[in-house]
């Protein structure tokens, strides 16, 4: 992860927050991606809030806000997971981040994604770099590193360290350099365009012939 990802107080720029999560979510109030920052950001402002006869309210309320979002949505996300600039929740139910998590800048999940322990009895949560994309069902367990530039492929196992511009895909996950582009971005020459959301191991295979 780059320095000075996830550098911004939560607290004391909950509106600026706030204000990101709607342009990430298209402004539209009917994401169910929105309707779980909006708890989430409440949460972390409340720590910011100096004396504790103030702050144990405003706990309950968070409370009460962030069970309500759980029901609708089926996305965990509590206030302790440290989350960078412009993360986006693409697609909702069986999302579950665990509270020690990081995620860095520009960081995209999707439905079933698990990001938490690998056992009860061995405590860390991954720690995730910056423009990392997160295709459905994944699972990134452990106290692992993920770095920058990297595509999860969907139902993909992570429980290893996974090194900055690679693919992971399969269970548990294999890892390939990102030799070439796998973005659809305007002007990239001769690109390999690989969907995060549906990448397989028939994918990996051919993302490693391509390479």
């Known amino acids: 992860m780059e320095e000075g ?23 539209k109030w009917s994401s169910q991606g929105l309707w779980v920052m909006l708890p989430y950001r409440f949460g972390c402002w409340r720590y910011s809030v100096g004396p504790a006869l103030l702050r144990k309210p405003l706990s309950v ?100 360290d996974v090194p900055s511009n690679s693919i992971a895909v399969g269970i548990p996950a294999r890892i390939i350099p990102r030799k070439k582009c796998v973005s659809n971005q305007e002007g990239c020459p001769s690109a390999v365009v690989l969907n995060p959301h549906s990448l397989n191991a028939a994918d990996l295979e051919l993302a490693v012939l391509s390479n």
């Open 5 to 27: 990802s996830v550098r911004r107080d939560p607290g004391k720029c909950m509106f600026e927050n706030i204000r990101e999560d709607i342009r990430m979510h298209e402004g």
């Open 61 to 160: 309320a968070y409370r009460v806000m962030k069970t309500l979002s759980q029901i609708l949505t089926g996305i965990d996300l509590p206030c302790e997971v440290k989350v960078g600039r412009r993360f986006r929740i693409e697609h909702f139910g069986g999302i579950i981040i665990s509270g020690d998590a990081i995620l860095g800048d520009d960081v995209v999940v999707r439905n079933g994604v698990t990001i938490g322990l690998k056992r009860r009895d061995d405590p860390g949560s991954p720690v995730i770099g910056n423009r990392v994309d997160i295709g459905a069902g994944a699972k990134l367990l452990g106290k692992i590193r993920i770095g920058d530039d990297v595509i999860i492929g969907a139902n993909a196992v992570v429980i290893t």
